[in-house]
């Protein structure tokens, strides 16, 4: 009998959150390249050991959020630990950021990106491949921001707040919050370890065990500290998110809470559907001064649907409860939809905020009548009666040909005598390469002197 202890079990491979030492380099394009191959990205292949290149994945998706992170805050923006109160990094937490002078601003941006994405990170497979690290992330996103005016009679800058949904598993050893995908490649007692066990009182961050109580969160807590009881609000939601703020704000106790503060509201990617929302104040606001956007072929910022939504130009559309925009055809999925959207979506903002008074104008999608088909082609009235008989027997004739073609080419494989079943018959197969099927068949049935008829 062979026993095998825990200490031979194939170790697993150290890699350092550091992209020098993971041998990467960002090029002056802000690229990130393989330092001994600069065509190249990110290489996630190096062996054929799943395990082995996601320990390698893990280590490179840090440092990238390390450098995100660090731009970040050179862009003004200090670090806030939820939930509030807490005072040591050692404690069960998630990172948010938000305007150092966020207290004097007039007007305060919140962004809420995908649950499935890092911290400052839109999509990895730009801020890590072609685009850069800027345009992949929030970054980009904060310094249109930081060019925009408040309103109308204040030039500053709006606030920022960025919201965490995707960093919400506590990684104890780490003393990190970690997202749903990053916490199964996080280093085991192995190799051959796989999985790791949730333990809600290991695991989970108060008052942020999931999306919706981060949200809740951040409206109920995080705004009322730091930013002034006068400032406007703008959210923008993506993918996800999109659903759980118009979820958290599609209630009459929330609605009386917050919704007079919201300027305007940014639906990129969702699918609630306003049709069945229950809070009259939220659907009037949608109604006035919200905008979504879908993924759609035609170019970025053409006019989709209306507030009722229901439109025969998009297949399962859902009624969003205000103007409806195309992201344009580069956004092929939910990630890639703010780094192609985000300008459009930043102007639009702007303009509300430079008009108080501003109300979505009434649109109505309309389409050409479509023609029903009644069997006639052009020239069809100028025949005389003769002719319309000659080519009606005509047309009939040759559908009857066809049927009777159809039934010559069917073909029933039968072996050994047997009656076919439904389920032999063949279509489109001509009659020489049936007996050679059928053939084929007796012969692999032991009956190798069996011969076809003709």
Not at 125 to 131: D, F, L, M, Q
Not at 217 to 227: A, L, M, R, S
Not at 244 to 249: A, D, I, K, R, T
Request: net charge negative.
């Amino acid at each position: 009998m062979f026993r095998r202890r825990w200490s031979g079990l194939p170790a697993e491979p150290k890699f350092t959150p550091d992209l020098k030492k993971l041998d990467y380099f960002i090029n002056e394009e802000d690229e990130i390249r393989y330092l001994h191959n600069p065509d190249f990205y990110f290489k996630y292949f190096l062996t054929k050991n799943v395990r082995y290149n996601d320990c390698q994945r893990f280590a490179f998706n840090e440092a990238v959020k390390d450098i995100i992170d660090s731009r970040l805050e050179a862009e003004g923006l200090k670090e806030v630990l939820l939930p509030l109160g807490v005072t040591s990094k050692d404690e069960r937490h998630v990172k948010i950021r938000l305007s150092e002078d966020i207290s004097s601003k007039s007007r305060v941006v919140i962004i809420f990106g995908q649950s499935s994405q890092d911290f400052g990170i839109l999509a990895h497979r730009v801020a890590s491949g072609p685009g850069g690290l800027n345009k992949g992330s929030m970054v980009n996103m904060v310094k249109a921001l930081k060019q925009q005016k408040s309103s109308a009679t204040d030039d500053a800058a709006p606030g920022i707040i960025l919201g965490n949904p995707g960093n919400l598993w506590w990684w104890p050893e780490g003393k990190k919050a970690l997202s749903e995908f990053a916490r199964h490649q996080i280093p085991g007692s192995s190799l051959v370890h796989w999985g790791w066990y949730h333990d809600p009182e290991r695991n989970t961050i108060p008052e942020n065990v999931n999306q919706t109580e981060h949200v809740k969160h951040i409206f109920e807590k995080v705004v009322p500290q730091f930013v002034n009881d006068k400032a406007k609000i703008d959210v923008i939601a993506l993918g996800d998110m999109s659903d759980e703020v118009e979820q958290y704000l599609d209630n009459d106790d929330v609605w009386a809470k917050v919704g007079h503060r919201l300027n305007a509201l940014v639906v990129l990617g969702g699918f609630y559907d306003m049709r069945e929302a229950v809070c009259q104040g939220f659907k009037k606001f949608m109604d006035q001064r919200g905008r979504a956007y879908i993924m759609n072929q035609d170019p970025l910022d053409t006019l989709i649907a209306g507030p009722e939504g229901g439109s025969r130009a998009v297949t399962g559309y859902v009624g969003y409860g205000c103007p409806t925009y195309s992201v344009g055809p580069d956004a092929n999925m939910v990630e890639l939809i703010l780094v192609e959207a985000g300008s459009a979506v930043l102007k639009w903002l702007q303009e509300v905020a430079l008009d108080k008074d501003y109300v979505n104008p009434r649109v109505h999608i309309f389409f050409p009548e479509e023609e029903e088909d009644d069997g006639k082609w052009p020239g069809w009235d100028k025949m005389d009666d003769e002719s319309k008989v000659e080519e009606a027997k005509k047309e009939r004739d040759e559908e009857k040909d066809h049927e009777e073609e159809a039934k010559k080419v069917q073909v029933r494989i039968q072996r050994d005598g047997t009656q076919p079943s439904s389920k032999d018959e063949l279509e489109g197969i001509d009659e020489e390469l049936a007996r050679d099927m059928a053939k084929r068949g007796m012969m692999a049935d032991g009956d190798v002197n069996s011969e076809d008829e003709s």
